[in-house]
């Protein structure tokens, strides 16, 4: 009899003490697993990809800076200089120490890393790196060529006639002549930025993307009605474009903050464009955050 009691007298205060040592039901701890925090529960943002960083190296953080808006596509433009290929807009601009591959190639790889294989974390939608070129294009393209190649798993490429997709997808602008090298080429790790000469005469495989200047094009501004001809006419570029699996750009799009430019972007977007071209990044991300799409 006193061997139960003690027994039971034992199992009991066992009990209390696991009580006591037990962390509440709705702790960290509970279960014993940690629980994701309030502001880890929150859902993630979408990235906003239709957002194109214009000259995005002329922000303080280059790509950074885009990416923290969430922008599915950001511009460097490069000039060939003793072997090296600089980021800068004009010549007058050229850093030694402002190379692609410590602004953007490297920070991408690093970030892809840390986010198991994409740029946007939990999404697989390729981040777009328009790659203006500003030297001759043939050499530069070469030399650009062999710094992606350091890269293979970062970027969607083209072999052999199929398209591997990667987290980021490399298209190449600016000067003209790089076109016959990546022409040649039965394996690249970029694709060419086409123009809407280009259009209906190549596919997505070469060039994924039809660039061309808004002002060489139409002549609305985004102040008063937009043009039923000029509008007709957009539809029917964007159109032939997806047709072949290939996106839409324009750039010299008025990019002041105010309604023309709200009007243009709202007429651009409801078109099928599919990115919006700005140096202005919190104007855009807000822009594009009211329309309540990615």
Excluded: C
Excluded at 130 to 144: A, M, P, Q, V
Aim: cysteine-free; charged content about 25%; hydrophobic content about 40%.
């Amino acid at each position: 009899m006193a061997l139960i009691t003690r027994r039971r007298a034992l199992t009991t205060a066992g009990a209390a003490l696991t009580a006591v040592l037990a962390p509440p039901a709705g702790s960290a701890f509970a279960g014993g697993h940690k629980l994701p925090s309030a502001d880890e529960r929150k859902p993630r943002p979408h990235p906003l990809w239709h957002a194109h960083a214009h000259n995005d190296y002329e922000h303080p953080r280059p790509l950074l800076d885009a990416l923290d808006h969430r922008f599915g596509s950001v511009e460097a433009d490069i000039f060939l200089v003793d072997g090296q290929l600089l980021v800068a807009h004009d010549p007058v601009d050229l850093d030694p120490t402002r190379t692609l591959e410590s602004l953007y190639l490297a920070p991408l790889a690093a970030r892809v890393r840390a986010n198991g294989g994409t740029v946007h974390r939990g999404s697989r939608t390729p981040l777009q790196l328009l790659i203006d070129i500003k030297t001759e294009g043939s050499s530069t393209y070469l030399e650009l060529d062999r710094r992606l190649r350091r890269y293979k798993h970062l970027f969607t490429t083209y072999d052999h006639g199929r398209v591997r997709r990667g987290p980021v997808t490399a298209v190449i602008s600016g000067d003209r002549a790089a076109r016959p090298p990546m022409t040649a080429q039965t394996v690249r790790r970029a694709f060419y930025d086409g123009r809407l000469a280009d259009l209906g005469s190549t596919d997505a495989s070469f060039a994924s993307l039809i660039s061309d200047n808004w002002t060489l094009n139409f002549t609305w501004r985004g102040v008063g009605a937009f043009p039923d001809a000029e509008r007709q006419k957009l539809r029917a570029i964007v159109g032939a474009a997806h047709d072949r699996g290939q996106k839409v750009r324009f750039w010299a799009t008025p990019d002041l903050e105010g309604p023309a430019r709200d009007a243009l972007w709202g007429e651009l977007f409801d078109a099928g464009v599919d990115y919006l071209n700005t140096d202005d990044l919190a104007g855009l991300e807000a822009f594009l955050d009211a329309r309540g799409t990615a």
